[in-house]
């Protein structure tokens, strides 16, 4: 069975960059088949699809975030991630990464499998 | 870009009874790529509906969807306990991600 597990540092500084790996078990990140992502929600707050990778390296950002945002795959580690540059407090949140199927034709499509979560605190 | 309205943003209920979910999109969805979310206190998305209407593996057969266009609903035909939670929106299928998602509903104990 998939499992998704988020790392991170929990408190970040203003002005410096965030970065976040997820670890996935139970199945390779190098398919064809899936697209792996980052999914955020500030306290009290809706869900925010903020970036997402495929295996080939493509990779897709959300406009809001799109100037600070890196995605990137480390597949001997099977692992994914994300960077976020010039955090403020406006990007404290949970952040969740995301399994989600994609079509033969490219389509991607919702996401199936979610990790727990790791909360990042934005302040000095 | 798709905007989602869900309403109404809050549905106080009582074990038992029905929920009924609205999820407006602001242009048509293809194809019925629309799926719905649970989220309880502390824990992740679980994903309920995908397809506007098909079930997600081990979703009880309580979890309905339905709609097509613009306008799609989830129904909880009879609320358990554990039910109470909220509930998300989320348009898909096309070749550049990522996809907005609805506000959200709290569907909550009266």
Redo the contacts between chains.
């Keep these: 069975q998939l499992h998704l597990q988020e790392s991170g540092p929990g408190l970040v500084n203003p002005s410096e960059t965030l970065s976040l790996t997820c670890a996935v078990s139970g199945g390779s990140i190098s398919t064809g088949r899936y697209y792996w992502g980052w999914i955020r929600q500030p306290p009290g707050k809706g869900l925010e699809c903020i970036g997402t990778i495929y295996f080939s390296g493509n990779s897709y950002y959300n406009p809001s975030v799109e100037s600070r945002v890196t995605t990137s795959m480390d597949t001997s580690r099977n692992q994914f991630s994300l960077t976020l540059s010039s955090v403020t407090a406006a990007d404290t949140a949970v952040y969740y990464c995301a399994r989600g199927l994609v079509t033969e034709s490219y389509y991607y499509h919702y996401m199936d499998i979610w990790g727990k979560g790791t909360t990042v605190t934005v302040s000095s | 870009e798709v905007v989602l309205t869900q309403s109404p943003g809050t549905l106080s209920l009582s074990p038992g009874e029905r929920a009924t979910l609205s999820c407006r999109a602001s242009q048509t969805i293809g194809t019925s ?1 629309l ?1 719905w ?1 649970q ?1 309880k206190p502390g ?5 309920l509906i ?1 397809g506007a209407s098909s079930r ?1 593996t081990g979703i009880p057969d309580r979890f309905s969807g339905s709609g097509s266009g613009t306008d799609f609903t989830l129904t909880i035909s009879k609320l358990e306990p554990e039910d109470f939670a909220v509930y ?1 929106c ?1 348009h ?13 509903t709290k569907v909550e104990i009266k």
């Design positions: 790529y799926a979310y989220q824990q992740a998305p679980r994903l995908y997600a998300y989320q898909y299928g096309t070749p550049r991600p990522p996809f907005t998602f609805g506000g959200g």
